[in-house]
């Protein structure tokens, strides 16, 4: 199992962020600290098959970027404290 970090960039002045949002909001126990973050703990997934996944969803000139974090280090600055637990429960190894 793996935790994958998701980042994105729309480009288009109006951007439809709908069916990528709708399809991470499906993965359970998901992290959303920041406005186009999101972090996917335990999934099956591997990097290279969430982007392609995902990658359907947004438009040809956007930008995507997933990145396994699974027992990485972390830290953080000016984040709530749900974000932070919330990283402490499900990204181990914080650098806190």
């Known amino acids: 199992m793996a935790t994958l970090l998701v980042s994105h960039?729309?480009?288009?002045p109006?951007?439809?962020?709908?069916?990528l949002l709708e399809r991470?909001?499906?993965?359970?126990?998901?992290?959303?600290?920041?406005?186009?973050?999101?972090?996917?703990?335990?999934?099956?997934?591997?990097a290279g098959s969430l982007r392609d996944e995902l990658g359907m969803l947004i438009d040809q000139d956007d930008s995507l970027m997933v990145v396994d974090v699974t027992r990485k280090g972390w830290g953080?600055?000016?984040m709530s404290n749900a974000c932070n637990a919330w990283?402490?429960?499900?990204v181990s190894m914080s650098a806190s």
Not at 9 to 12: P, W
Not at 33 to 44: A, K, V
Not at 87 to 90: E, H, I, S
């Open 14 to 19: 109006v951007r439809n962020y709908h069916p």
């Open 87 to 90: 990283l402490k429960r499900n």
């Open 24 to 46: 991470l909001e499906q993965f359970p126990g998901r992290g959303h600290c920041l406005e186009s973050t999101w972090i996917i703990p335990e999934t099956n997934h591997n």
């Open 76 to 78: 953080t600055k000016g």
């Open 9 to 12: 960039d729309l480009h288009k």
